[in-house]
Nanobody, 124 residues
Framework: VQLQASGGGLVQAGGSLRLSCAAS????????MAWFRQAPGKEREFVAA????????YYADSVKGRFTISRVNIKNTVYLQMNSLKPEDTAVYYC??????????????????WGQGTLVTVSS
C-alpha cells in the first residue's frame, strides 16, 4: 500500500490540527496503521496506532489524552486529531502501515509501508 500524509502546518500552542493519511491499493482494512514523528535532532518515535478493525488504539504517554487516532476503512484513510498542542509536538509526522504485526509489536514495528511525512510546527 502507498501512503500519503497531509494536514500539517503551523499552529500556536494550545491549538489543534488533524492529520490525514490516505492509502492507495487494496485491502486497507487489513493494515494496522500508526503515526510516528521525528523532531529535529531526535530519533523517530511512536505516537499512536490503531488496529485493523479499529477497535483498539495505542498511544505514547506524551500524547495520551490529547491526540486521537481513528480510521475510516471505506475511505482508506487514517486520521490523527491533535489537540492542546505543545511546542514539543513539533516534528515531521509519518503514517505507517503493516499487515502482519502482532499486538505486542504495534508500538515499535517494524512497519512495512511509510508515507512521506508532514511537518507540524507548534509555536509558543
Amino acid at each position: 500500500v502507498q501512503l500519503q500524509a497531509s494536514g500539517g502546518g503551523l499552529v500556536q500552542a494550545g491549538g489543534s490540527l488533524r492529520l490525514s493519511c490516505a492509502a492507495s491499493g487494496r485491502l486497507f482494512s487489513n493494515y494496522v496503521m500508526a503515526w510516528f514523528r521525528q523532531a529535529p535532532g531526535k530519533e523517530r518515535e511512536f505516537v499512536a496506532a490503531i488496529s485493523r478493525p479499529g477497535g483498539s488504539t495505542y498511544y505514547a504517554d506524551s500524547v495520551k489524552g490529547r491526540f486521537t487516532i481513528s480510521r475510516v476503512n471505506i475511505k482508506n484513510t487514517v486520521y490523527l486529531q491533535m489537540n492542546s498542542l505543545k511546542p514539543e509536538d513539533t516534528a515531521v509526522y509519518y503514517c505507517a502501515g503493516d499487515t502482519s504485526l502482532i499486538a505486542s509489536a504495534i508500538t515499535r514495528g517494524p512497519y512495512g509501508s511509510w508515507g512521506q511525512g508532514t511537518l507540524v510546527t507548534v509555536s509558543s
